[in-house]
Each structure stands twice: as C-alpha cells, then as structure tokens.
C-alpha cells in the first residue's frame, strides 16, 4: 500500500493564481481530509469528506474549494492564491467503520508558497 | 468545544536523559486520545492512541502515555530519548464523532547530544 500520496511536494505560487493540490489514498478509507500547518497553530482542519459525493468545512474553509467524485481522490483547490495561504497543507484519511478511536494517516504534506 | 492543550512549545533535553511531554484536553464524557510524531518534512504518523481499559498506553519507539481522566491529561514519556527522537509531537483528541478531532499546536523536542 502506498498509503495516502499528496502532490506536489512544492510550489510556488504568485498571488491571484489557482492551483490543485492532488491527495489519493489506496487504503479504501471512508474519510478524508485537508489540515494546513503553520506555526504556533497546530494543524487546522480546512475540508473534509465522509465518502464520494460527500464534503463539508472544516475550522479554516475560506479561499478553498473540494470535491470527491471517487472514494479514492480527494483534491484541494486554492481559487485565487493569497499570500495568507502559505502554509504546509496535509492530506489524510481514516476508516470510519469503528467510529472515533481510528487512527487517521497522513500524506508526506505539500509545502506552498505564495507570493 | 473540544480543546487540546500542549503546555511546552519546546523542551531541548539531552541525549539519554527521560522526557516528559505534557498534553491537557478539555472535558467529555467520552474521548479518544492520540500522540502523533512529525519528523522532519514528514507527514504526521501515530505514536499511540487511548481508547479505553488500562490508563497507561505503550506505543511504538519506546514511547508511553498516561491517560489521567481526573486531571484531563495524556502526557508522553520516554525514560531515555535518542537524537532520532528530534520531532514535533502532536497530542489530539477525538469526542463526539470521528470527524471531530482537535489537535494541540505542537511540541518541538529537541534532543541535544
């Protein structure tokens, strides 16, 4: 199992522009989310889906948009790139068969700096 | 709301001397509790996690964590820590459904040699 894959590891981005980040997970996991990392802040979670056609907001949801058209793929996309959303961004994904005890797993994380 | 309190932001200890990582949560009349690692330009992975049953949890790397439900704390411990053990770690818990869970921002551990 590769586990849940995020790309791209790095980006740069100039403010305005749009971008996707990529997440899929072969672990056939119900639940999937997107967390950003910054500072002082721990990790704050953005969009979260319990199964394809399912999404919902997290704490920090603005300037973000998803979608989960497959149980598989899970895909984050910036609309218009602002210099507040440079961050380290984490994908992750959990079964949700046994309710609140499971372990969630987490992508390597994709570094994204707006300029 | 759920909250999770990581008292240190920081603890440089030295090599081979024991560690204590400190972790409070807001109270629940049922809650899960996790510590994650974060290496260096890693993603998250799980040290151990508390369910239920007995209050002291083992998990991997040598790592433990006891869970106080009177004094609403899970701290980490390791009675000797090693240079590999240089990560962020991250206390988290789970009440209330399995999308609902809350983070603490953070302890860098610093092992100096």
């Known amino acids: 199992n590769a586990g849940v894959t995020q790309t791209p590891k790095f980006q740069v981005l100039k403010t305005g522009q749009s971008m996707t980040l990529q997440c899929a997970q072969d672990m056939n996991h119900e639940y999937m989310s997107w967390y950003r990392q910054d500072p002082g802040m721990g990790l704050r979670l953005i969009h979260y889906s319990v199964g394809a056609g399912i999404t919902d907001q997290g704490e920090v949801p603005n300037g973000y948009n998803v979608s989960r058209s497959t149980t598989e793929d899970f895909p984050l996309r910036l609309l218009s790139a602002a210099p507040s959303q440079t961050s380290v961004y984490f994908c992750a994904s959990r079964p949700t068969g046994t309710g609140s005890g499971n372990t969630i797993y987490f992508g390597e994380g994709s570094w994204l700096t707006v300029v | 709301a759920q909250s999770v309190t990581q008292l240190d932001s920081q603890v440089p200890v030295f090599e081979e001397a024991p560690v204590e990582l400190r972790c409070n949560y807001s109270s629940s009349v049922s809650v899960y509790l996790f510590w994650y690692v974060q290496y260096p330009n890693q993603g998250l992975q799980l040290l151990l996690k508390?369910?239920?049953?007995?209050?002291l949890v083992k998990g991997i790397n040598g790592f433990e964590a006891e869970f106080n439900k009177s004094q609403t704390s899970f701290h980490l411990r390791k009675p000797s820590v090693h240079i590999s053990d240089t990560a962020e770690y991250f206390c988290?818990?789970?009440?209330?459904?399995?999308?609902?869970?809350?983070f603490g921002i953070g302890t860098k551990l610093q092992v100096i040699p």
């Open positions: 508390y369910l239920s049953g007995s209050t």
């Open positions: 988290a818990a789970n009440s209330g459904g399995y999308q609902k869970v809350t």
